[in-house]
């Protein structure tokens, strides 16, 4: 039963987690709720004793996709800026 | 889009989950089951960790496809990034970062050789090898110890296909001797292993590069 | 109720709100996001589903390793073209369909 | 070993992406000799599969030699071979033009960044499609899918101004969209099943699960949606009909036929009992698009957008045949030329629009005032691409309608005969709108750029294939007959 709770609590958690990356004003917060999606992500393969795709979901999913975005968000902030022409 | 739509598209989204939960809830025990023939091959794959098995020898069709979706990815990519100037003098950052780079990186480097070894008898492989490799770049990228890439030359070219050139060369010396991706067994160990070596540099290069000729050009 | 079919149901929920997203919100960096997370749910239904009864299968691991990658590929290049879109114009949304013409 | 005969398919596959992945290594704007040495191969690899298909039947090849449902099968039947034919045809003649296209400095304005980027492109782009029509893994093909919808995207978009870019990305979500929802039919299917192999599934029948109906709902809509059938033709004009020419021939004439393939594929498997009941849904929104694509063209400015809109129309034809199915096989062998010929015209067309788009630097329709004294060959193909189109004979087009029509009036339903008739004349009307202002006499004469030969050419070769292909129709629809390996 433990192992049920904690299934549970960690697929509220993706879907919480989910929801906020969706509906968060900010697209920073947006992007960070998305980063903490993936290494939640990790877990759940984790569980589903999927240890391969959790390496790949934590380098790529979670690491390189956020990283990825989080630059992107910074790209389109920076161009906003007034007097910036960069 | 008019609230009406919008009220459509939240409902059809309830109506889909509805079905979809119970759908996957009243599922009968499938016919087949490819665990025990995965299992039972495994022997003759050339290697012992299942998913490797699965993901360089049984299916090894789809992984060079999809080797093939990342060059493309990358490609399309760069048609989109202007040419641009990049800085390349040092100028002096915050001091933690770059410290911390400096002893992540090797770490980094180290476990993407484990995992490409490991690979073949337990979790690990090309695939993970080569994302720790691309993130050990972005971290030094980030700690503005190595430059965003420009126009790739002709070595970096090579490299970010190599890996794909590479799988295919193997897969048509195996389809001149009649099959498709039909490695001899005693040679399958050593095949899968070239493959995944090629796989492991181009990979980190391509996904690095999906991050580095994007990124915002850092001063160094 | 297994692990694997937990997560399947979650994944449904995390594919549904991804589809939704994907359509409902208009900044194109949401959608992209919405997108990940509707793969991730196809993901864990792949998985989850094929290991309902307990027992662990390889081979939807692998296509999942595979889904990953072909996702991390489209993400980073819808991100480059947004990225150019801004450049060029300004915008981080996509012009009304009737605008198009 | 499991083949009598050395096995050619899978070439169609390596040769494409090695060649991609080439001319990527040689350089931007690089690699055009190496892409058409390579396609010319695979264009007689084509023909000589075509030729064995004909006398040794249908053919399995098991990568890795495991065989299904452990491994992934590639298989050739009649079906998947015409598209093979059509696809390597096209794509040879649509890269004559673009070496030529893309080496005018002119070439739309902003062909820059579609010059440097169009071969490796390209190459994935056809590396896609084959893979997808040779593929018999439910998996595989999400695989092939997400290859040529990168692939097109990038080609739309490598143009790289504003409005190409806004197109593509368009594009691109809406293809991920419909993946997703492809791949979550795949889970849903390997979750009932416990395969994906098409060979080892067995056919859906009235009492399979709940989630089976679902994975067949979700990647029909997955496939409609790639396919831009009317009400999801929203994206198609401004990608199609913004990228430069020799890309908008690719996409119109091959890339939204590949998933029609596949989705006329699963109908008549996998799904075929579900089909059987909704098949009145399909022609209906066939029809639908026949009428709106057809008005949108009436009313389109420019050229190329003129053009896409046809296309939108002319896929709308390609549903028709589903409520029309019978054992007599007509309607099939309707579908099959319609896409065939629509494929040779509308390459054709695209590729005119691009050569007035070069000589004249507007796309405009009004511009083309004038036009027909001083480019006829350019005219011509139009106009005889414009014949297929409308269905008149001796064209592909005509053959086409024709059966589609005697697979209606067969089966005692005319309705569906009008909608054919209606659609015809339709065409004709946004197809004579473009000859008539080509005709139209103009004070103005502006100075005209030299134009390639090549590029007159190699269209006016596609559109004069699309009218003869009437007249050897019949003999290529016999590939029909070639049944599925067991």
């Not at chain 4, 889970?187 to 994975?215: F, K, Q």
């Not at chain 4, 009218?467 to 029909?480: A, C, D, K, N, S």
Request: glycine content about 10%; charged content about 10%; overall charge positive.
């Amino acid at each position: 039963m433990m192992s049920l709770t904690f299934d549970l609590l960690l697929g509220v958690a993706l879907l919480w987690s989910a929801w906020h990356t969706l509906a968060t004003a900010d697209l920073i917060r947006a992007v960070v709720s998305f980063i903490v999606f993936g290494l939640l992500m990790v877990l759940a393969w984790a569980r589903l004793d999927a240890p391969d795709i959790a390496l790949a979901e934590a380098a790529i999913g979670a690491g390189l996709t956020g990283a990825l975005l989080l630059d992107s968000v910074g790209h389109l902030r920076a161009r906003r800026r007034p007097g910036d022409n960069g | 889009m008019n609230r009406a739509l919008r009220a459509a598209v939240v409902l059809g989204a309830g109506l889909l989950a509805a079905l979809l939960v119970a759908a996957i809830l009243a599922l009968p025990v499938p016919a087949v089951r490819l665990p025990a023939l995965v299992a039972a091959h495994l022997p003759a794959s050339g290697v012992t960790h299942p998913v490797t098995a699965v993901l360089l020898n049984f299916r090894g069709y789809d992984t060079l496809l999809e080797v093939a979706v990342l060059a493309l990815a990358l490609v399309g990519l760069l048609a989109q990034s202007p040419p641009r100037e990049l800085t390349h003098a040092p100028s002096p950052g915050e001091p933690v970062l770059p410290l911390l780079a400096r002893v992540l990186v090797p770490f980094l480097i180290l476990s993407a050789g484990y995992l490409l070894w490991a690979g073949a008898h337990r979790p690990g492989g090309a695939f993970q090898a080569g994302a720790v490799l691309a993130a050990a770049a972005v971290v030094l990228h980030l700690a503005r110890l190595w430059p965003a890439w420009d126009r790739p030359g002709r070595g970096l070219r090579l490299g970010l296909v190599g890996g794909l050139l590479l799988f295919l060369a193997v897969a048509a010396a195996l389809l001149a001797g009649g099959t498709l991706l039909r490695y001899p067994p005693q040679l399958a160990g050593t095949l899968i292993l070239l493959i995944e070596i090629g796989l492991t540099v181009s990979l980190g290069l391509l996904l690095a590069g999906l991050f580095l000729f994007l990124a915002e050009p850092r001063s160094l | 109720m297994s692990s694997g079919l937990v997560y399947a149901v979650v994944g449904v929920l995390l594919f549904v709100l991804g589809a939704a997203g994907m359509l409902l919100l208009p900044h194109l960096l949401r959608k992209i996001l919405a997108f990940n997370l509707l793969g991730s749910g196809a993901f864990l239904i792949l998985v989850g589903l094929a290991q309902r009864d307990g027992g662990v299968d390889p081979v939807p691991h692998a296509m999942v390793l595979t889904g990953i990658v072909v996702a991390v590929a489209a993400t980073a290049l819808a991100l480059a073209l947004l990225r150019r879109l801004h450049a060029l114009s300004g915008r981080t949304q996509l012009a009304d369909e009737s605008a198009d013409e | 070993m499991n083949d009598p005969v050395y096995d050619v398919a899978p070439w169609l596959v390596l040769l494409p992406l090695a060649w991609a992945g080439l001319a990527f290594v040689w350089g931007p704007g690089r690699g055009a000799r190496l892409a058409l040495a390579g396609t010319a191969l695979q264009l007689l690899l084509t023909l000589r599969l075509a030729a064995e298909l004909l006398s040794l039947g249908g053919r399995r090849h098991a990568v890795g030699g495991w065989g299904a449902p452990l491994g992934i099968d590639l298989a050739v039947d009649g079906l998947s071979m015409t598209m093979l034919l059509l696809t390597q045809a096209v794509a040879f003649a649509v890269f004559i033009y673009a070496r030529a296209y893309f080496t005018d400095r002119s070439a739309d304005g902003d062909g820059h960044g579609a010059r440097n980027h169009f071969w490796p492109l390209a190459g994935f782009l056809l590396a896609a499609m084959n893979a997808l029509y040779l593929s018999a893994d439910l998996f595989n093909l999400y695989v092939t899918l997400e290859l040529l919808g990168l692939a097109a995207v990038g080609l739309v978009a490598a143009g790289g101004n504003a409005a190409q870019v806004s197109a593509a990305l368009r594009y691109l979500l809406v293809s991920l969209l419909a993946s997703g929802a492809y791949l979550l039919g795949v889970a849903l299917i390997y979750g009932s099943y416990g395969t994906v192999a098409l060979s080892a599934l067995p056919l859906m029948s009235a009492d399979a699960p709940l989630a089976v109906a679902l994975a067949a709902a979700l990647m029909g809509v997955a496939l409609l949606l790639k396919t831009a059938l009317f009400p999801f033709h929203f994206w198609l004009p401004p990608a199609h009909g913004g990228a430069p020419a020799p890309v908008s021939a690719l996409l119109s004439a091959l890339v939204v036929k590949a998933t029609f393939y596949l989705f006329l594929r699963l109908g008549l498997g996998l799904f075929a009992p579900l089909g059987e009941t909704i098949a009145w849904l399909p022609g209906l929104l066939g029809s639908a698009a026949i009428f709106w694509g057809s008005w949108q063209a009436l009313r389109a400015q420019r050229l190329k957008m003129l053009v896409a809109y046809s296309t939108v129309a002319q896929l709308g034809y390609l549903f028709l045949i589903f409520p029309l199915l019978a054992p007599d096989g007509l309607a099939l062998q309707a579908g099959v030329m319609q896409a065939l010929s629509h494929g040779l015209a509308k390459a054709a067309m695209f590729m005119t629009a691009g050569v007035f788009l070069q000589v004249s630097g507007r796309d405009a329709v009004a511009d083309l005032a004038g036009v027909a004294g001083r480019l006829p060959v350019t005219l011509f193909a139009f106009g005889l691409a414009g014949v297929t189109l409308m269905g008149l004979p001796p064209s592909g087009g005509f053959l086409a309608k024709w059966l589609l029509i005697d697979a209606a009036l067969a089966q005692g339903r005319w309705g569906w005969a009008a909608v054919v008739i209606a659609g015809g004349l339709l065409t004709a009307l946004y197809v004579f709108r473009v000859v008539r202002q080509a005709f139209a006499s103009t004070e103005a004469r502006p100075p005209l750029a030299p134009v390639p030969r090549t590029l007159e050419w190699t269209a006016f070769a596609l559109a004069a294939a699309s009218v003869l292909l009437g007249l050897r129709g019949m003999e290529v629809l016999h590939l029909l007959d070639v049944g599925a390996a067991s």
